[in-house]
C-alpha cells in the first residue's frame, strides 16, 4: 500500500491550495481518512477527518477556512484550504485507515510522505 501526496507549495495570506492523497495497491477497504500537519519545533496535530460515511471533524483553528472530502472510488482523499494564514505553515501528512486483501479484519493506519505549505505573509 502507498500514500501518494500532493498540492503543496507556497501561498500568500489569504490564498488557498487545495491537497490531494491517492491510496494504492492491495486495498479492500478504507474506514477513516484524515490529515495532519506539524510545524517546526512542535508536535503533529489533527487537522481534519473523515469517516466512511462522510462524518466530518475539525482542528478548532481551520473550522470555517478548511474542508476535507473524499471520493471512494478514487481511494482519495483532499483538503481544501482557504483563507491561510502564516500559522498554516507546516509539512502536511495525510493518514488512512486502510484493510488489505490478504487481512481478515481490522484496518491499519498508513501514513502519506507529507507535502510541505508555506504562507506567507
Known amino acids: 500500500v502507498q500514500l501518494q501526496a500532493s498540492g503543496g507549495g507556497l501561498v500568500q495570506a489569504g490564498g488557498s491550495l487545495r491537497l490531494s492523497c491517492a491510496a494504492s495497491?492491495?486495498?479492500?477497504?478504507?474506514?477513516?481518512m484524515a490529515w495532519y500537519r506539524q510545524a517546526p519545533g512542535k508536535q503533529r496535530e489533527l487537522v481534519a477527518r473523515?469517516?466512511?460515511?462522510?462524518?466530518?471533524n475539525y482542528a478548532d483553528s481551520v473550522k470555517g477556512r478548511f474542508t476535507i472530502s473524499r471520493d471512494n472510488a478514487k481511494n482519495t482523499v483532499h483538503l481544501q484550504m482557504n483563507s491561510l494564514q502564516p500559522e498554516d505553515t507546516a509539512v502536511y501528512y495525510c493518514?488512512?485507515?486502510?484493510?488489505?486483501?490478504?487481512?481478515?479484519?481490522?484496518?491499519?493506519?498508513?501514513w502519506g510522505q507529507g507535502t510541505l505549505v508555506t504562507v506567507s505573509s
Open positions: 473523515i469517516t466512511k460515511g462522510g462524518q466530518r
Open positions: 493518514n488512512v485507515d486502510i484493510r488489505q486483501y490478504s487481512v481478515s479484519y481490522g484496518y491499519t493506519p498508513y
Open positions: 495497491g492491495s486495498i479492500f477497504s478504507i474506514n477513516g
